[in-house]
């Protein structure tokens, strides 16, 4: 198994350590070539999703990278990239536009504003951290709540879609990756 990892701005490397500890080949997405080879799986990370959509643009791989997802490749986008997968995002035009979520951008304020909880992800308790993050203010039908922190949604996943407003490749918890590779063997 082999996942690409979005490596434009943001915390790429991080995600690609998480996937080495569960034993999951994974390399960097930087440029247009990086899409040429195999790959069963896609992670959209956290960062700023303004400056990856506009990166994304520059790099022609905004539409290569839609038409992937929307085909069907198994995608995890973690808080910016809950944010360029989303249908709707409150005041700007949507990135990807492929999952049916609306998002609030920075809906936890400023980067004082972050935090870390532990709460229940998928019907398991794990850390989340989060860092200026979103969260759905609406999900349309076939999207799955995974978990919800005070009321509000910080997980979901629509078929092979699955986003989360927290940073679990800031913790020692592997189980979103666990998670996200089941979908990818799956989908297989």
């Known amino acids: 198994m082999r996942i690409g990892v979005l490596a434009l ?18 390399f960097e997405i930087r440029q247009l070539k990086d899409l040429s080879g195999h790959f069963d799986g896609l ?46 995002i409150e ?17 936890y304020g400023r980067q004082l504003g972050s935090f870390r909880c532990v709460d229940e992800f998928a019907g398991k308790e794990i850390e989340m951290p989060f860092i200026r993050a979103p969260y759905a203010e609406r999900v349309g039908e076939g999207v799955n709540v995974l978990s919800r922190i005070k009321g509000k ?24 990756y666990e998670y996200f590779i ?4 799956n989908r297989r």
């Open 91 to 107: 005041g700007e035009e949507p990135c990807f536009g492929t999952l049916d979520i609306t998002v609030k951008r920075n809906a």
């Open 9 to 26: 701005q943001g915390a790429f490397a991080e995600h690609i350590s998480k996937l080495k500890q569960i034993n999951v080949e994974a």
């Open 182 to 185: 089941k979908m990818v063997e």
């Open 153 to 176: 949604i910080v997980a979901v996943q629509q078929d092979n879609q699955l986003a989360t407003a927290f940073h679990p490749e800031l913790t020692n918890d592997t189980s979103v």
């Open 43 to 88: 992670i959209l990370p956290g960062g700023e999703s303004t400056a990856m959509r506009k990166l994304l643009g520059d790099l022609s791989l905004y539409e290569p990278l839609k038409e992937i997802i929307q085909n069907g490749l198994p995608v995890f986008g973690t808080c910016a990239g809950m944010i360029l997968l989303a249908k709707e």
